[in-house]
């Protein structure tokens, strides 16, 4: 296994509240372990985060394990903030990112089980008017008499299983469109949440955290939780960490967001997650539906908006509010036994990851405050559920062990073009793809080495010369570093492979006005 040469921080493992070295070994044994759905927990996982994290940079970690519908056991691992050293704890704060999606779904269902919201009422019925607010700004997006009229085919279930046609995140001052009917296919959005939360705060006459506080955070006993900044964070939040280990900025949402702004303890997740698998606070039709599967999946995106489908899978689907995987074996889909629950969540700088398997009452957790985290989740989950989740795949992070990680490790350390000499091989086999390569590129530009940048997006233009997205790219990190015609020209490529890419198009007429 391939170990960071950088020096990393001596790990401190907290099991159960009790301080424990964090190399092999360690904590007594619990006298009982229930047996499916997880193999020993205590053993693989202390033996095998502590070296996971090391390799992957990874600077802290909490996980929970659930069993017979409870939470059984919390594993915290490494620092919360490796500047200051401070251990992560039991209390300590996660962001969790998109995870505050499926617990957001859950107090909508309790809504529709209180009849104060139709799951397939269309979401326009419940507010004055048909526009979404810019939750930034307080101003509506458009007229609402030139809104598009499939809006109104909008409902709950249809945000809830991502089918709104809406894209993730529409970006700033761009307007929010529907790219296909609604329902019509699967696409991954957070601004359907956005919008749903809007319809929620409607019909309450309250602001998205006093609902969640009323609906789920007080009856389930979740005291650590928050979609909006408390006061009470800021001694135990974890900071976050980008990819080369760096401490970043602490983020305060004052403004709750459905779709990313939890903030919760691993332990405080896993009493929603229990809620879940035992139906507590929804009724058993409700609960059906939220564990139905509602659309499948594009095997090759999550994010579909520009394209049809080719096919759909056979294995991944969603349900209202949460990923579903039916796993396959020796060419079949296996029975509903092993069907689980599952959602990942990605803030940049925090990454996380929630499995549950409803029949058989069991789950996982798992937080990390590191820009790295979901490249060493797959090895945790097989280790909790004894087989690789088929959702990783799908969702397409670098493992901590593939040549896209350590491409992008040896770039950081000794430079593009050392990387780019020592893993010819592999850029030329395309097993680095377009968008790690994509990614570097903007991860070394955040660090201000346009020198770098320009020479990895560069590359990637080489290897992709049909990507209008390689170009855009380009473009912008010769725009960053003031060479305007040669951002000009990229640009134009980009446009001449893509005449929709907007982005391109609202560049060149700045960079072409300013040079007027």
């Known amino acids: ?36 759905f997880y193999n020993d927990p205590l053993s693989e996982l202390q033996a095998d985060i502590p ?45 969790a990112a998109s995870l505050s999606k499926p617990v957001f779904a859950y107090a909508v269902l309790k809504l529709v089980d209180q009849g104060k919201l139709g799951l397939d009422v269309p979401l326009t019925t419940y507010l004055p008017k048909p526009y979404i607010e810019d939750r930034g700004s307080g101003s509506a997006l458009a007229n609402p008499e030139m809104m598009d009229d499939r809006l109104a085919k909008i409902t709950a279930r249809i945000v809830l299983s991502h089918r709104t046609g809406f894209r993730n995140w529409r970006g700033d001052g761009n307007p929010l469109s529907i790219y296909f009917t609604p329902g019509e296919r699967f696409s991954y959005s957070g601004e359907g949440f956005v919008y749903l939360q809007t319809v929620v705060e409607h019909i309450t006459g309250k602001p998205l955290n006093d609902v969640m506080n009323e609906l789920v955070f007080t009856p389930l006993g979740m005291t ?6 408390r006061s009470d964070f800021d001694a135990r939040t974890a900071y976050g960490h980008d990819a080369d280990g760096n401490t970043t900025k602490l983020r305060k949402d004052d403004h709750a967001n459905a779709a990313a702004s939890l903030n919760t303890t691993t332990h405080d997740y896993a009493l929603f997650v229990s809620a879940v698998l035992n139906g507590t606070g929804l009724k058993p039709a409700t609960l059906h539906e939220l564990q139905t599967p509602q659309i499948a999946v594009d095997p090759e995106c999550t994010n579909c908006t520009d394209r049809a489908p080719k096919e759909l899978s056979k294995n991944l689907f969603w349900g209202l509010g949460w990923g579903i995987e039916r796993p396959e074996r020796n060419g079949a889909t296996e029975n509903n036994t092993s069907e689980t629950l599952w959602h990942w969540g990605d803030n940049g700088a925090f990454k996380c990851f929630v499995v549950a398997n409803p029949r058989k009452k069991s789950g996982m957790v798992l937080f990390t405050n590191s820009e790295n985290g979901l490249a060493i989740a797959p090895a945790i989950v097989r280790d909790a559920i004894g087989r690789d989740h088929l959702a990783f795949t799908w969702v397409k992070y670098d493992s901590y062990n593939s040549d896209s990680f350590r491409f992008a490790k040896i770039t950081h350390e000794k430079g593009a073009d050392a990387a780019i000499q020592q893993f010819d091989a592999a850029l030329k086999n395309a097993s680095i793809s377009e968008s790690s390569i994509n990614s570097l590129g903007y991860r070394l530009l955040s660090q201000k ?16 010369p049909q990507s209008a997205n390689t170009y855009d790219s380009l473009a912008e990190a010769y725009m960053n570093s003031g060479n305007n015609p040669l951002a000009i020209q990229f640009y134009e490529k980009s446009l001449a492979l893509d005449s929709d890419n907007s982005n391109a198009t609202s560049q060149l007429k700045k960079l072409k006005s300013s040079s007027q």
Do not use: C
């Not at 391939?2 to 493992?13: A, G, K, M, T, Y």
């Not at 650590?224 to 900044?229: D, G, T």
């Not at 320009?454 to 290897?463: E, P, S, V």
């Open 1 to 36: 296994m391939h170990f960071l040469s950088r020096p990393f921080p001596p790990l401190v493992l907290f099991v159960s509240g009790v301080l424990l070295l964090s190399s092999p070994a360690v904590a007594q044994q619990p006298a009982s372990i229930p047996a499916p």
């Open 224 to 229: 650590s939780s928050s979609y909006a900044w």
């Open 449 to 464: 080495r346009n020198t770098d940048a320009i020479r990895i997006f560069q590359l990637n233009t080489d290897l992709h």
């Open 51 to 95: 070296k996971l994290m090391q390799q992957a940079d990874v600077p802290g970690l909490s996980i929970v394990i659930i069993q017979d519908g409870k939470p059984f056991r919390v594993y915290n691992f490494g620092l919360k903030n490796a500047e200051t050293k401070q251990p992560v704890t039991d209390d300590t704060i996660f962001e």
